[in-house]
Structure formats: C-alpha cells, structure tokens
C-alpha cells in the first residue's frame, strides 16, 4: 500500500480505497474487514478534517458455479456509540477507452510478482464448467466493461499481462 500510495502521488493521481478478496465466500464485510475500513478511513481525513473518500472492495472470484465474479464496495459509518457499521454502495463502472502502456506495465509487474508466490492463481488451470480461470476472469470483467467492446483488444491486453514470460 505504501509503494502504491507514493507511486500515485508520483503520477498525480490519488488513493480513493483498497481491495481484498473472499476467494470461495460472500463478498459481505466481515468484522476484520469493518475494523480495517474503518482504520483506512481514518487515514484518509485530510488536513483540513475533512473525509477524502475511502472505498472498500471485496471480490468473491470462486463461490459458487456462476462464471462472473462478485464483488462488494462498502465504506463504514459509525453510530452514535460510536460502533462501526458497514454501508453497501452501489457502483456503475465508466471505463477510457484504451489502457494505457503506463497501466498495462504496472499491471504486467504485479502479474509477474505475484506469479511466483505459492499462493499466485494459475490462469491456465481449470475452474468447472470448461472454463479456465483467465476464461472466468475475462467473462466478469466483461460483466462490468462497457457494452460497445467489440474487439478482442481487452482480452488480449490481459492475455499479455496474465502471460508467463519467465
């Protein structure tokens, strides 16, 4: 998160959340994960105290037998007891209409590092239904790209990013 925070300010871009996945559960906010959204947000308040916005996401890519992922944005509010009470946010994703080199590179690295921990997903195997685990993935990010993609470009982008070059 650091590298990513600094990297971001590099490029005059800001921090707006973070990620993490329930691999084979609902994406719904456990407590662990409402205490750390809680703490993200209390980070992002400005100088002025002000609260800069702070999104959690939560992705599901393997529960159940749907091909399309779940994902979950939510952000914590707190009573007036002060507990910590997670909020469901309703998204609408609005895509450019390339990728840039600069983005497809950052996203090719992390491909890359992440491929040689044990716990790195192998693209190739299968998941169920015929369906291979890039297979799977291309079809839920198509759920959220928009509808007028009617070439290949984005499935080859990422093709070239998941691919193993060691």
Same mark, same amino acid.
Request: net charge positive; glycine share 6%.
């Given at each position: 998160a650091v590298v990513s925070t600094q990297s971001t300010g590099q490029q005059d871009m800001t921090v707006i959340g973070w990620y993490h996945s329930h691999p084979t559960s609902s994406p719904r906010p456990s407590q662990h994960d409402i205490v750390c959204q809680? *703490?993200?947000?209390?980070?992002?308040?400005?100088?002025? &105290?002000?609260?800069?916005?702070?999104? &959690? *996401? #939560? #992705?599901?890519?393997?529960?159940?037998?749907s091909p399309v992922s779940e994902m979950q944005l939510f952000c914590v509010m707190h009573t007036n007891d002060g507990r910590p009470v997670p909020m469901h946010l309703e998204y609408?994703?609005?895509?450019?209409s390339t990728?840039?080199? +600069?983005?497809?590179? +950052?996203?090719?690295?992390?491909? #890359?590092?992440?491929?040689?921990?044990?716990? &790195? *997903?192998?693209?190739?195997n299968h998941w169920r239904n015929n369906l291979t685990i890039f297979q799977k993935m291309v079809q839920s990010l198509k759920q959220k790209a928009p509808k007028d993609i009617s070439d290949n470009r984005f499935v080859d982008i990422l093709r070239h990013i998941v691919a193993k070059e060691e």
């Open positions: 809680s *703490v993200h947000q209390q980070h992002m308040r400005s100088l002025d &105290g002000r609260i800069d916005p702070c999104l &959690g *996401v #939560i #992705i599901s890519p393997f529960r159940g037998q609408t994703c609005m895509w450019d990728i840039s080199q +600069e983005l497809a590179t +950052e996203m090719r690295a992390m491909a #890359i590092l992440y491929s040689h921990k044990q716990t &790195g *997903v192998k693209f190739h």
